[in-house]
């Protein structure tokens, strides 16, 4: 993985250069667009790269899960990019929609045809990467964007051919950024929950609660909490309440409760507290049997 990440980092960064001389000589908005936005596709792959190598140091007394969260940061840190970098392509969009400028298409279709080479290439490259990791689907959600931008600035190069309009070129710089604000903004939604804190997408956290609740010998389950230390390492700690139980059968009930978590749920780190009383009556967030009400509040 490092090695892919490295490759395109490098190849991505040579055609940023490229694109974006070939642009301004162009005077094209979507070029120069599309060259910016390939610009921050190569930082994305580079935090990307930096987050992985990261993730591996070992832990620390003082970092007692090492760094494995430096992928969720650097994956709210691309999609953040994503997000202002759309911001400035509308603004000056509007303002060419408002002083249409010449551009030479010959230069944006040779120049955006290479780029979308490039871009759906890698794209394809680091897909099946990406399901798994949420700082790799963040570098990924980049190089399609820009695949994307690449087609839409074709677009606009064989619109203007046709019509002899500029006003093409702005105006399809403004789709082009409605779907990278789109594609982007489900990452940034799904990593702030995990910066957060929040369970991770993908984890019902009643049916967690209900599944162990399940479980043979537990009475009640209370002060569940469910998040993720690194993009793809979910974690989870909660009291089960057991009654008066000898220690093997509190045993048998934490290898059944774990092996239940890892295979249904995939949360392999877990700390569960056992408890020796039933659960109270007036407790709220108290899991008792078939009842629907489950995690703390604190």
């Known amino acids: 993985m490092d090695r892919r990440l490295l490759i395109a980092t490098v190849a ?22 599309d060259a910016f936005h390939n610009l921050t596709d190569t930082l994305a792959l580079l935090l ?41 392509i509308f603004a000056e969009a509007a303002r ?3 002083n249409p400028q010449p551009v030479q298409t010959g230069w944006m279709l040779a120049v955006a045809g290479i780029a979308l080479l490039l871009n759906g290439g890698i794209t ?14 963040s570098a990924v959600m980049h190089m399609f964007a820009d695949a994307l931008a690449s ?3 074709i677009v606009a190069a064989l619109l203007i051919r046709w019509t002899g309009s500029t006003v093409f070129d702005p105006l399809v710089s403004i789709v082009i950024g409605i ?4 594609s982007s903004w489900g990452i940034l939604r799904e990593t702030v929950n ?17 599944d162990l609740a399940a479980e043979e010998g537990v009475q009640g389950v209370h002060h569940v909490h469910i998040w993720a230390i690194a993009p793809s390492r979910p974690a989870l700690s909660c009291h089960l309440q057991l009654g008066d139980v000898s220690l093997r059968s509190a045993g048998e009930v934490l290898y059944r409760v774990s092996r239940m978590l890892e ?10 507290q056992f408890e020796a009383v039933g659960c109270p009556v007036d407790d709220p967030f108290c899991l008792r049997g078939e009842s629907t009400s489950m995690i703390d509040s604190s």
């Open 151 to 153: 087609a839409g600035v």
């Open 263 to 272: 295979s249904r749920y995939k949360i392999a780190h877990t700390t569960i």
């Open 48 to 88: 990307a790269f930096v987050a992985v190598r990261l993730e591996r140091r070992p832990a620390t007394p003082e970092r007692s899960f090492g760094y494995q969260r430096a992928g969720i940061l650097a994956a709210f840190v691309n999609a953040g990019v994503l997000v202002a970098f759309t911001i400035f």
């Open 124 to 137: 394809l490259w680091f897909r099946e990467a990406g399901r798994h990791d949420v700082n790799i689907r």
């Open 179 to 182: 779907m990278i604000l789109w």
């Open 96 to 98: 060419r929609i408002e």
């Open 194 to 210: 995990l910066l957060l804190e929040g369970t991770p997408s993908g984890i019902d956290p009643q049916a967690v609660v209900r």
């Open 12 to 33: 991505n960064g040579l055609f940023v250069v490229v694109e974006m001389s070939i642009g301004y000589y162009a005077n094209s908005l979507s070029l120069v667009g």
